[in-house]
């Protein structure tokens, strides 16, 4: 946790915050934080600065961060839409953390015909355990900004209906082995990046996504775990948001 | 699995493998192989072809396979050595399996002041335990050369004695957060790249890599698990290998 991430509903008055739970724990275990300590906090969707202990008890841990603290921006997100095959809920929590910690600003799970049907009943993909994760990749990074994560549980509906909209403006890739053109580099401007399941989209799915204007591209022969294949390709395409 | 890794041991005769325990059971639950079945498969350490199922029972699985049968060379390496800080042993099973299959040629375990003492004692440290890992890596990516690793746990007798000669004839990378300029993308030639423990390197070992070499460069203000820094940087750095 490299920040300290409030919710609204943490506030038990104006300017005071009450922790119980993971976070108290992490302030009194890994900060080893006393009174009159000052720790990195951010607001859920808002500003990030530093608050101050006011208590640190088994019952509670009282910190007090007035509005103004909370004034430095979080970090800008990166202009990518990521169009991701339902990975495996084991591989889910991971990603949706590691996503989420790289600054996507959107990211759609969709169906494939290789993804198992079973992994759409996961409870992993409930909204709460969702934001869950989502709020331990924002405390990695330092952002304070959840992406958006939107469920497409039918590919053809999806493609035809959704698609289009979200590709206006922006240049499609669909990263896929075998096409023999390399996935670019520090690619500017808003992106959407579609990545398929373990074994790939299969070729219906290929042209679907072809005709609605994604360039397919090569990241070489070797076969990459679906994690890895996301880090490695917005790392890729992303340039990184240096000095801001 | 994507490429069944054969040991020179396997071998009960020239050309007939007896297989039990993990690659047994996976020929039989995954790919539920039955007497007559082809499967791809890779020598450690040379090539990669098809064999014959000859028989698949409780007790064991046997194939056919001639020296002939693998004619197709491995892919090659990626020309990288990476100099990466000692992670939590919990990290380190999935980073080598990680690096592995991204084709990294050479990996050093390197000792750093923020790396914890502990991390030396881990098990999973061992040649045997780091093997097990390596050999996942390869049969995730279809590779199957192992990659070298070394450990460094002296920083200082590392960097002066051993890093030049590793340096020589090849381009130093430091990802470092602060430095303001850009890690670069699509590095043509041989390349070492340095990644930090969790909260980077010290300024004292940050000059020392500087004086061996190493340029200094940015992935961002978004701070990164060990994991994803590496999967981004190999990823930016490395041309993807395609139409081999």
Chains 1, 2 share one sequence.
């Not at 290929?206 to 490695?232: F, K, M, N, Q, W």
């Amino acid at each position: 946790m490299n920040l300290l991430l409030l919710e609204p509903a943490d506030f038990e008055a104006p300017g005071r915050v009450s922790l119980q739970g993971r976070r108290a724990d992490h302030v009194r275990q890994v900060h080893r934080a006393v009174a009159g300590d000052r720790l990195r906090v951010g607001l859920i969707g808002g500003g990030m600065g530093e608050a101050l202990v006011a208590e640190v008890s088994p019952a509670q841990v009282v910190l007090d961060v007035a509005t103004a603290d909370l004034a430095t921006p979080p970090p800008a997100k990166q202009p990518v839409i990521l169009l991701l095959a339902l990975p495996r809920p084991k591989m889910l929590k991971r990603i949706l953390q590691m996503v989420t910690t790289l600054g996507v600003e959107e990211l759609v799970l969709l169906n494939s015909y290789r993804v198992e049907k079973s992994f759409w009943d996961s409870p992993w993909l409930a909204p709460e355990a969702v934001r869950e994760q989502l709020v331990l990749g924002l405390e990695q990074a330092r952002d304070t900004v959840l992406p958006r994560v939107t469920l497409a549980p039918r590919f053809k509906p999806f493609v035809e209906d959704v698609l289009p909209g979200l590709m206006a403006g922006r240049r499609g890739l669909l990263a896929h082995p075998g096409t023999g053109t390399a996935c670019p580099a520090d690619v500017r401007g808003p992106l959407l990046l579609a990545i398929g399941p373990e074994g790939g989209f299969i070729p219906y799915e290929v042209e679907r996504l072809r005709e609605a204007g994604l360039e397919a591209c090569d990241l070489g022969s070797r076969i990459l775990r679906v994690e890895t294949a996301v880090a490695v390709t917005l790392g890729r395409l992303l340039p990184p948001q240096v000095g801001a």
